[in-house]
């Protein structure tokens, strides 16, 4: 397994984030989105891609996991902790070394287990309150 960062191209991120069931966003917005994207990390196996998460965020107090897929025939096998794993690397890296910053995300009612075992905390919990989104059209 090997993981690369920002070679996610659109066709590829739409392939991977169809492959597990979402619908899709329009090709120009895939586009958009890459553009302005912090970082992106593509897991490939024998140079299939098999797995994506996308990094945004103002790279000093919140980062943020967006679109994590890997295709459904790989999970379960280590592809999503090796994604987190270099995601924490990245912002480790970018940091500083005495900063504490929030990794976020919004996770799929399937895929709690997993970040809990990352080490994600569900919300509400005891000092924040529930997390919250407005889809806009």
Do not use: H
Not at 68 to 85: H, K, N, Y
């Amino acid at each position: 397994m090997e993981v690369k960062m920002n070679t996610l191209t659109p066709e590829l991120f739409l392939d991977l984030y169809t492959s597990v069931g979402w619908e899709p966003p329009t090709l120009e917005q895939v586009k958009e989105a890459l553009k302005n994207t912090m970082a992106a990390f593509t897991a490939y196996e024998n140079n299939n891609a098999v797995g994506m998460v996308r990094l945004i965020g103002d790279g000093g107090m919140s980062f943020y996991i967006k679109d994590f897929a890997v295709i459904p025939s790989f999970q379960s096998q280590g592809v999503g902790s090796i994604l987190i794993e270099n995601v924490e690397k990245y912002i480790r890296e970018k940091i500083d070394s005495d900063w504490a910053v929030s990794l976020e995300l919004i996770s799929t009612k399937e895929a709690v287990g997993f970040y809990k075992k990352k080490g994600f905390e569900e919300r509400p919990c005891e000092w924040d309150g529930p997390g919250m989104f407005k889809m806009i059209r």
